[in-house]
Every structure is written in C-alpha cells, then in structure tokens.
C-alpha cells in the first residue's frame, strides 16, 4: 500500500502560508532509489481521502494507483479555503466572461501561483523525494479553476512539464489569454487531455458553447504539436464523484509507460 505525506510549505505573498501539501508515494518507493514520475496537481485536499476533501467525497487516486501498483508520485497542493481566494489563486489572468454575474470580484494571482509550482514547491520535492525532474515524466493536473491552471501551466512553463490533466476546466473564464498563450508557445513533445461532462452545463446552448470550446483549444494545441485527449464524459457532472471516473482514463494517457511496465 502506498503511502500519503502532508508537508507544509511557504507560500511568501500569499495569505494563507504555510500551506499543506500532500504527497503519494508508492509501496515500491521505499525499497528503490530510482527517479519516479510525478504528477503536480491543484485542490491536494481532493485527491485522496474522503475526510479531507470539500464536500466529503475524495478522487480516489490513491485506491487507484494502490490498486493498479502504479509507480507514480502525485503530490497535491491545497487551495486557499477563504472566502474567493482560491478563484483568485487559479486563475491567470483577469476574468474576461462578464456574463457570470453571481461570480464575486477578485484580483486574479494564478500566475504567481504557478510561479510558485515551479520555483518553490517543485525544487523542493525534487530535493527531499527521488522524484524525475526532467520534463518527459513530469506532469501538472486539476480539476476546474485548476484544470483552468493547469491548461495555463503546461504552455507557460512546457520546458517543465510534458503533460498535463485538464479535467473539467474553467476554460471560459481566460480563453482569449490562453489562445494567445498558446499561440506564443513553442510547444516540446506534450501529451494533454481535456475533458468535459455532458451535464456539467444545463441547456443546449451552454452545452454547445462549452464543447466548442473545448474543441477550438484542442485544434490550437494540435496545430501546435501537442497530442491531444479531448474527451466528452457521457452523464459526467462537475463533481469529485465524477472526476474520480476519469482517473483511470488520463492516468493512461499520460503515463503509458507505467502501464507497460506491468505487463
């Protein structure tokens, strides 16, 4: 059985520091000093235990990569639970999308965030755990405003990170930014998946809205290099419960390698 660390780490310029990061870490790690691949991922409270997470329901990614022996480290940063200020810690850029009313006002921090990812936390765990650094077993993922983060991570910081899980992602709120983003970049070899559930909007309009979109960012990074998973998760709503069904889709993708190994 795998094993789950919580750490604390300083986020300096953030208001909720230090902050909790939780690491999984496989049954083989502690019988081998070789460099195991990684997964980075937003809302850490989520991913493994029920208890811990939001609305009592985790992702069951470590009865999954228990199950399944995966040599895979993921390691989960927290949100910041006050008021909005997880909105504004995972968005990158200003909301563009003045239709969402009920959406409170706040200063978007995403890329100090991801700033964060890349020079604190990141170095840290390269140093304590032996862990890949090199880019080609190094992913970043989150569900919603940090599938939003993660979309935004794997084109700004590609030298980094050559996959990313983009589940459920808050696309509409920086799409034009990301266009841009993405347009700017010059991607290395990526693997991305991109997702959607089909009653995560209610309305056909909304439906067909968020699916476009989904599909014009998928043919930019396409048109970029990157492979690309984009997926319609038939009945899927924007819940852990749901998130959880795809695990065991992305985590494939992705890391294929892990798989073959077992075989």
């Known amino acids: 059985m795998g094993q789950v660390e919580e750490i604390l780490l300083s986020m300096e310029g953030f208001s909720q520091s230090p902050r909790k ?6 049954d083989s790690y502690a019988h081998s000093h070789k460099k195991y691949d990684v997964l980075y991922m937003f809302d850490g409270h989520n991913l493994f235990f029920d208890e811990l997470a939001t609305y009592g329901k985790c992702w069951g990614l470590k009865d999954y990569l228990d199950k399944n022996q995966l040599d895979l480290v993921v390691i989960g940063q927290d949100c910041n639970h006050t008021s909005n200020r997880r909105l504004s810690e995972y968005c990158p850029d200003a909301l563009i999308n003045t239709d969402l009313e009920d959406l409170p006002h706040f200063k978007a921090k995403g890329v100090a965030t991801a700033e964060w990812f890349v020079n604190v936390l990141k170095p840290y765990c390269e140093t304590k755990y032996h862990i890949a650094k090199d880019r080609m077993h190094v992913g970043i993922g989150g569900s919603s405003m940090g599938g939003l983060m993660s979309e935004y991570m794997i084109a700004k910081y590609n030298s980094f990170f050559s996959k990313a899980a983009c589940v459920s992602p808050s696309t509409h709120f920086n799409y034009d930014f990301l266009m841009h983003l993405i347009n700017q970049t010059n991607f290395k070899e990526t693997w991305i998946y991109l997702d959607q559930g089909s009653q995560e909007v209610h309305g056909k309009r909304l439906f067909i809205d968020s699916m476009d979109l989904m599909l014009q960012l998928n043919h930019n990074l396409n048109e970029k290099g990157c492979h690309t998973y984009p997926h319609l998760v038939p009945g899927g709503h924007h819940t852990e419960a749901d998130w959880e069904k795809v695990v ?16």
């Open 248 to 263: 065991m889709i992305f985590l494939p993708y992705l890391f294929p390698d892990l798989y073959n190994k077992k075989r």
């Open 21 to 26: 990061v939780w690491v999984y870490l496989p």
